[in-house]
T-cell receptor, first 109, second 112 residues
Framework: TQLLEQSPQFLSIQEGENLTVYCNSSSVFSSLQWYRQEPGEGPVLLVTVVTGGEVKKLKRLTFQFGDARKDSSLHITAAQPGDTGLYLCAGSWGEKLTFGTGTRLTIIP | AAGVIQSPRHLIKEKRETATLKCYPIPRHDTVYWYQQGPGQDPQFLISFYEKMQSDKGSIPDRFSAQQFSDYHSELNMSSLELGDSALYFC???????????FGQGTRLTVV
């Protein structure tokens, strides 16, 4: 069973601060996705990373895939209240998508 | 752009009843996944289908079954419902060879 550990599990910071969320596994992924989920809604895909060492930027969000393709990080710059939500990483092995344990982020205005 | 459609959005059933959840994937997507998400938990993989055949199986109870039809829509059938089955059930679809999965808005099942 492939396990994805996310840290921190909960994070509450002030608007304007920076933060980093981590996603780690002992297994090598074929690809990794980051999703954001609002309460009662389905996860929304933010980004997919495929290549070891890959860095992708989405406005204030920076995603990095580890060189060994076992870990990933999400960095948010100048966090805004609209960034509040549950952030999930998900690793692909074949046709199965396995989710991480999630990071519940709260941005305080 | 068309998204993944799930129905119903909300469902209330009594213990020991049956329920059927439906999922209509994004057009031309050939792979469907089902996930269960309990309160405060991350989504747990139940089962997936590719080209109408079961492709992978996760923590799906024996009381549940699913299938994918010729038009690629999928149905999750749940029997002998238990209180613990109350959860959000998500369907996602993807295109084989592509790593991204796109999720529907989910069906909230409440068993009373």
């Amino acid at each position: 069973t492939q396990l994805l550990e996310q840290s921190p599990q909960f994070l509450s910071i002030q608007e304007g601060e920076n933060l980093t969320v981590y996603c780690n596994s002992s297994s090598v992924f074929s690809s990794l996705q980051w999703y954001r989920q609002e309460p009662g809604e389905g996860p929304v895909l933010l980004v997919t990373v495929v290549t070891g060492g890959e860095v992708k930027k989405l406005k204030r969000l920076t995603f990095q895939f580890g060189d060994a393709r076992k870990d990933s990080s999400l960095h948010i710059t100048a966090a805004q209240p609209g960034d509040t939500g549950l952030y999930l990483c998900a690793g692909s092995w074949g046709e199965k998508l396995t989710f991480g344990t999630g990071t519940r982020l709260t941005i305080i205005p | 752009a068309a998204g993944v459609i799930q129905s119903p959005r909300h469902l209330i059933k009594e213990k020991r009843e049956t329920a059927t959840l439906k999922c209509y994937p994004i057009p031309r997507h050939d792979t469907v996944y089902w996930y269960q998400q309990g309160p405060g938990q991350d989504p747990q993989f139940l089962i997936s289908f590719y080209e109408k055949m079961q492709s992978d199986k996760g923590s799906i109870p024996d009381r549940f079954s699913a299938q994918q039809f010729s038009d690629y829509h999928s149905e999750l059938n749940m029997s002998s419902l238990e209180l613990g089955d109350s959860a959000l059930y998500f369907c996602a679809s993807s295109l084989v060879g592509k790593t991204e999965a796109f999720f529907g808005q989910g069906t909230r099942l409440t068993v009373v």
